[in-house]
């Protein structure tokens, strides 16, 4: 059974950094993508950020390039997610997400396992 369990959210002030973690568990392929993605109140849950295991290949949406930074320590079966100056517009509620066996997947209905999520509150 694959687990995902998020972590590393919290409150920060705009301008701030933030690093959440994906730890993942139970994969039966050895190749596969992981994507973080977020939902803030009353909108529609939306791609941030996407990573494949076996190669270098990486998403960002246009309103986190060159502020967010994914990575993947496959020893640790961990994924990254690096925030930095952040805004208050990236206040949501942010969840990892799996999809076995893939390569680069970047849309919402491609992945088929999610974790709880994690809160991250930026304020102005």
């Known amino acids: 059974e694959v687990q995902l369990v998020e972590s590393g959210g919290g409150l920060v002030q705009a301008g701030g950094s933030l690093r959440l973690s994906c730890a993942f568990s139970?994969?039966?392929?050895?190749?596969?993508?992981v994507g973080w993605f977020r939902q803030a109140p009353g909108k529609e849950r939306e791609g941030v950020s996407s990573?494949?295991?076996?190669?270098?290949?990486?998403y960002y949406a246009d309103s986190v390039r060159g502020r967010f930074t994914i990575s993947i320590d496959n020893a640790k079966n961990t994924v990254y997610l690096q925030m930095n100056s952040l805004k208050p517009e990236d206040t949501a509620v942010y969840y990892c997400?799996?999809?076995?066996?893939?390569?680069?997947?970047?849309?919402?209905?491609?992945?088929?396992?999610w974790g709880q999520g994690t809160q991250v509150t930026v304020s102005s």
């Open positions: 990573i494949t295991n076996v190669d270098d290949s990486r």
């Open positions: 997400a799996a999809l076995q066996p893939s390569t680069l997947a970047t849309m919402v209905y491609q992945y088929n396992h």
């Open positions: 139970g994969f039966t392929f050895d190749r596969f993508a």
